[in-house]
């Protein structure tokens, strides 16, 4: 009798272990904070230009200096009173989106391949999927404050027509950011090698960047490519931000851009958890 009993207790004991030193998502992430602020204050230099100043540059060049040269027509400027007004809406979106994409490729790929920083992770009472939750919150914190220093630098351009214009904008380039930070966090677990990411820098986020209607309204791309350019998901974050900038928002458009960026958010956090804890498997 006591052989039988003391053969069961572990096995009955097991799962109440396991249980008592799980961590709630809430807490594993905030255990997870320290390093990934670290890791923040540490590489902050090597990203400024690109994150910082060459938004800037985009606008003196493409919004003050070439604007300059294009008819202030609302009726063809989807309601924005100029160019740089316009465009600034759609920019921020657009980089929104490659920020995202720039901080879940080669900084997921080399957690798992090259310094191992997940595996060090997990060998703690942390689970994988709250190792891929805790990076993609920090992924969008960092695209939130860099959007909003963005919209703060060009505030004093009188890009914005009415005073929560900035706020409700910043919060549809959030929302594009993490959509679109989802989608590469899980390509990023799928892939074998790092030069898989060329492929879509050159393929998907410089055409997306083109051609969603940031530099230009898509009606110009003529009938197909304007279909085409409303089913991505950065049209819908470009329009969004551009409609609250400048407060023509309609809003039933306004809920299927949200809805859209929604789902391909909801989609894309089950395709990053799903690819990491795959890869971590493996």
């Not at 391949?113 to 914190?141: C, E, G």
Request: proline share 6%; charged share 10%.
């Amino acid at each position: 009798m006591a052989t039988a009993g003391t053969a069961r207790t572990p096995a009955a004991a097991t799962p109440r272990a396991a249980q008592a030193g799980r961590l709630s998502t809430v807490e594993a992430v905030r255990r997870m904070a320290p390093y990934w602020l670290t890791v923040s204050l540490r590489t902050w230099r090597g990203s400024v230009v690109s994150a910082f100043l060459a938004p800037v540059f985009y606008v003196v060049a493409m919004g003050v200096l070439l604007g300059g040269f294009i008819d202030s027509d609302p009726a063809r400027l989807e309601g924005a009173p100029t160019y740089l007004a316009f465009i600034v809406p759609g920019l921020v979106a657009g980089h929104a989106m490659q920020t995202a994409v720039a901080d879940t490729s080669w900084p997921v790929f080399s957690n798992f391949k090259w310094n191992r920083v997940y595996d060090s992770m997990v060998a703690t009472p942390i689970t994988v999927r709250q190792v891929a939750v805790a990076h993609l919150f920090f992924v969008w914190v960092r695209v939130t404050v860099v959007c909003a220093i963005f919209d703060l630098v060009v505030a004093p351009f009188d890009v914005y027509a009415a005073w929560w214009s900035p706020v409700a904008a910043l919060g549809a380039q959030s929302l594009t950011g993490l959509a679109f930070a989802t989608l590469m966090y899980g390509y990023s677990c799928r892939i074998s090698s790092d030069a898989a990411f060329g492929v879509v820098f050159r393929l998907a986020v410089f055409p997306l960047f083109l051609f969603s209607g940031a530099f230009f309204p898509v009606a110009n791309l003529g009938p197909v490519g304007e279909v085409v350019a409303k089913l991505t998901p950065l049209w819908h974050g470009v329009n969004l931000s551009r409609t609250c900038s400048l407060a023509t928002l309609e809003p039933g458009t306004a809920l299927l851009n949200v809805g859209v960026l929604l789902a391909v958010a909801g989609l894309g956090a089950w395709w990053a958890t799903s690819g990491l804890e795959r890869r971590m498997a493996s």
